[in-house]
């Protein structure tokens, strides 16, 4: 719950506040289903997280995304020269491994299905938002 809460839920604050106070849209509160664990649960289901249509998913979903697309190119050679010739450096992809290895549950929701998986809108949602940075970077 902490990196929705850093990538996905202080995202949405601060963009629920601006169009507070520009007075475009008005506070919801909103009640959302939670799950209940019971005891019938199955041990290798225990402590497993599951996915919903929330638009909460979408900004971890894409830094995902956008970390497995830096780490295909740097492992197949498909990036630009830099200007300087230095090129991307292995501190660059360690860091890439390391955000990819603390997004484990999104990346695991990514091949997962029913309410383990991550749905598809989500996916697409943050498939195009990765495509479009991708092209903006490239120009």
């Not at 995202?11 to 509160?29: D, N």
């Not at 200007?83 to 292995?90: E, I, K, M, P």
């Not at 501190?91 to 029913?114: D, Q």
């Amino acid at each position: 719950m902490g990196r929705i809460t850093t990538m996905s839920a202080w995202l949405f604050g601060v963009f629920g506040i601006v169009l507070k106070l520009s007075g475009i849209s008005e506070t919801v509160f909103e009640v959302t289903k939670k799950d209940q664990s019971s005891s019938t649960e199955k041990d290798n289901e225990a402590g497993r997280f599951t996915f919903d249509k929330s638009p909460m998913f979408v900004p971890p979903t894409t830094i995902l995304l956008l970390h497995l697309t830096a780490l295909a190119s740097a492992l197949f050679g498909l990036q630009p020269p830099a200007h300087d010739r230095l090129g991307s450096g292995r501190l660059e992809v360690a860091g890439s491994v390391c955000l990819v290895l603390c997004l484990w549950p999104f990346l695991k929701g990514l091949f997962g299905s029913g309410k383990y998986g991550i749905p598809l809108s989500p996916i697409l949602k943050s498939a195009g938002l990765t495509l479009m940075f991708c092209i903006l970077c490239r120009s």
